[in-house]
Structures are given as structure tokens and as C-alpha cells.
């Protein structure tokens, strides 16, 4: 019986897996996918994240590839309305650290254990002395006992831990383009750009190799054919100067955005972590971080659980306290930029006189602690 199964060996399951092997736990890691997938979602890592990560020797591998990130800059109509300055940050690592999700998921799994993959986890069932994980694998159901389990698979993987109907979802009608393209030859190459026009937000975020991250609003409803979501992209970045990277875009994917936080993050011997959780709009950069941060402060408890015997109750709880403000915080942060972000060609005037009031002056020094998740209760 393994002391702790993961479900879930993204970035943040494969963290907790590698972080619990090192204090000599044995993990089960399950994956429902058959292959490490070679997209590229979750791209910001935020200070806090990478000073929690550095006594494991994590922040040093990741960095080793990461573009650092000093400042952002909210520009208008090709005009500039503020600069955030991570690098003007109290904070050990000033910057937000960018990299493929790929990337991060290899450097968080230096220690971690091989994931089982192409197990559909279907049950997971609480008793007296353990929990029984029930999947499909290879075409056949497996069953086995853990001691504690941790659900880390997403969204998807919620019914697993919460009956239908306790966690309320807010769907936005928003939806956005995406894609990653090379922008060699630029003089901001270390710099994040959030372009707020009429038309609706386009975000462009530096990545290793030359690539920048492109993320444009995109009106519901809108053909999604393949050919048509990759020519609304170039002409959203062709509308803000960046003609070149618009003939260079391929594809573009499309997704949507919803608001999630779970009344509770730990049943008994089941506790639930990340996007199983918790979901926030990706614009604002905080999801992934929040997930890395319910893991790597998760660790220590379960470890100690494990070795004693016996649950640590108070501080578990205290834990799921400070996890839970922390994502209604981000969850909160990122409807504000969801709001931000949309068309509003009739009160643009007022959005921009807004948003230059909020990046000035000590405002915009709270902003930037703000989006560098510098107000996480475990920052």
C-alpha cells in the first residue's frame, strides 16, 4: 500500500509526488494521459512560488531556462498607460520567471516518481484505515489501497472529491485566442505587454527562444473552425502593430474561462489541490501558482502524517484556511482583469484613466505585488 496516491501528474500533482519523495514518503502518481502532453498552457512562475521551491534545488533548474520577467507595461492604442515593476519588488526573485508548461512539468519531476499513465482514475473511496482507488488502465479496472490520497487532475477530476452541486461554478462568457509565436528582433524582449483597446485585451508575454505568448479576446460565439480562429488572432495582432508575428501565426487555440474555489479542500484522508480546487481566469497568470503552492506547503503535513501515524489535524486545517483566501484573493484578482480585458468601446476613456491611475504611484506598487501573488498567505 503506497503511503500517498496523486491523481494528476501535472505540474502540480508532480510536484507534491517529488516533494514527498524527497522526505521519504512513498507516492503513487496516476495520469489519465498516455503521453506527457506537448502543449503549452501555464507559463508565469511568481516569486513566492520560486522562493518555496528553493531549498529542494527546484527554482535553480527552473530558472536555468526561464526568461525573467522585470517589468509590464498596459499600453493603449499603441500609447503607454502604466509600467508594473516585479523588479521594484521586495521579494527574493523580483521578476516572474516564463517557460512552457512542458518545461516546468520536466524540471518539478527531477525527483518525482514515474507517473502510471493512461489510468482513468473512476472512484475514489474512503474507509476506516485508507482510501480504495478504483481506474481503468490498459483495459481493465485495477483497484489498490493508499493511505491518503490527493486529487491534482484538474477540473475533470472534481467529481472525484465533491458531490455533484457542492462547488459552484461561474462560467464567464468570455472566450480568447491563443498561441505561441516567434517575435525575434524586438527591443522588449524581457518585457510583458497587455494592450487594452476598444476591441478587447491582447496580452503578449515573453518565452525562452525568441517565442512570445499571444492571448486575445475573442468574441463568443465566433467560428472556431481551425483556419478561422488562426485569422481573427493575426488580425488582433496586426490591429496592434505586430504585423511580422501576424504572419507568422499557424494555428490558435481557443478556450474559455470559469471561477471556481471549493468550500473545503481535505475529507478525512482525501484532500483536493489546483484546479480540482480552486480555477481562476488565466488572465492574471495565477492558477498554476496556486496549485504549486497548495503542494509544496501541503508536503511537510502529509510527510508527517505519514511518519507519525497519525494526522495532524490543527495544522492541516490551518493550511486549508490559508489555501482557500489565497485563491478567493487570486479568484477576485483575475475577475477584475477578466472585466478589464473586454471590449468597451464606449467607455475606453474612462478604462484607460483607470487603469494609469491604478499603475501609479503606490497604487502600481500594490498592483505589482498583487499580480506577483506577493499577498498569498504562504508568500
Do not use: C
Amino acid at each position: 500500500m503506497a503511503d500517498v496516491t496523486i491523481v494528476g501528474a501535472g505540474p502540480v500533482g508532480t510536484l507534491l509526488a517529488g516533494e514527498l519523495q524527497r522526505r521519504g514518503v512513498e507516492a503513487r502518481l496516476l495520469e489519465r494521459r498516455p503521453e506527457a502532453g506537448d502543449g503549452t498552457r501555464a507559463i508565469g512562475i511568481h516569486s513566492p512560488v520560486l522562493a518555496a521551491l528553493e531549498p529542494s534545488g527546484l527554482t535553480e533548474r527552473l530558472l536555468a531556462e526561464a526568461v525573467r520577467v522585470g517589468r509590464g507595461e498596459a499600453r493603449s492604442r499603441g500609447r503607454l498607460l502604466g509600467t508594473v515593476r516585479f523588479d521594484a519588488l521586495a521579494a527574493r526573485f523580483p521578476f516572474v520567471a516564463t517557460l512552457p508548461q512542458t518545461t516546468t512539468e520536466s524540471a518539478l519531476g527531477a525527483d518525482a516518481p514515474e507517473p502510471l499513465r493512461g489510468a482513468r482514475v473512476m472512484a475514489v473511496m474512503p474507509r476506516d484505515t485508507g482510501v480504495v482507488v478504483r481506474a481503468a488502465h490498459l483495459g481493465r479496472v485495477i483497484e489498490f489501497e493508499s493511505g491518503i490520497v490527493v486529487v491534482a487532475g484538474g477540473g475533470g477530476a472534481r467529481d472525484l472529491v465533491y458531490r455533484p452541486g457542492r462547488v459552484s461554478v461561474r462560467e464567464y462568457p468570455d472566450r480568447y485566442l491563443m498561441t505561441d509565436a516567434a517575435a525575434a528582433g524586438r527591443t522588449d524582449d524581457e518585457v510583458a505587454v497587455v494592450h487594452l483597446d476598444p476591441d478587447g485585451v491582447l496580452e503578449s508575454f515573453p518565452l525562452p527562444g525568441g517565442l512570445r505568448r499571444f492571448v486575445a479576446w475573442d468574441a463568443p460565439g465566433a467560428d472556431d473552425e481551425p483556419d478561422a480562429r488562426a485569422e481573427r488572432l493575426r488580425l488582433a495582432l496586426a490591429r496592434r502593430g505586430e504585423e511580422a508575428t501576424a504572419e507568422a501565426v499557424q494555428a490558435a487555440t481557443s478556450f474559455g474561462v470559469r471561477r471556481v474555489v471549493a468550500p473545503r479542500l481535505r475529507n478525512g484522508r482525501v484532500l483536493a489541490i489546483g484546479d480540482t480546487a480552486h480555477e481562476v481566469s488565466p488572465i492574471g497568470g495565477q492558477g498554476m501558482n496556486l496549485g504549486l503552492l497548495d503542494a509544496v506547503t501541503l508536503a511537510p503535513l502529509l510527510a508527517e502524517w505519514v511518519r507519525t501515524g497519525s494526522a495532524p489535524d490543527g495544522e492541516l486545517r490551518r493550511w486549508e484556511e490559508r489555501r482557500l483566501r489565497s485563491a478567493r484573493r487570486a479568484a477576485a484578482m483575475a475577475s477584475v482583469n477578466t472585466r478589464l480585458g473586454r471590449p468597451l468601446p464606449r467607455t475606453d476613456a474612462l478604462r484607460r484613466a483607470a487603469v494609469r491611475a491604478m499603475l501609479a504611484g503606490p497604487s502600481g506598487r500594490l498592483f505589482a505585488r498583487a499580480y506577483a501573488m506577493g499577498f498569498d498567505a504562504d508568500a
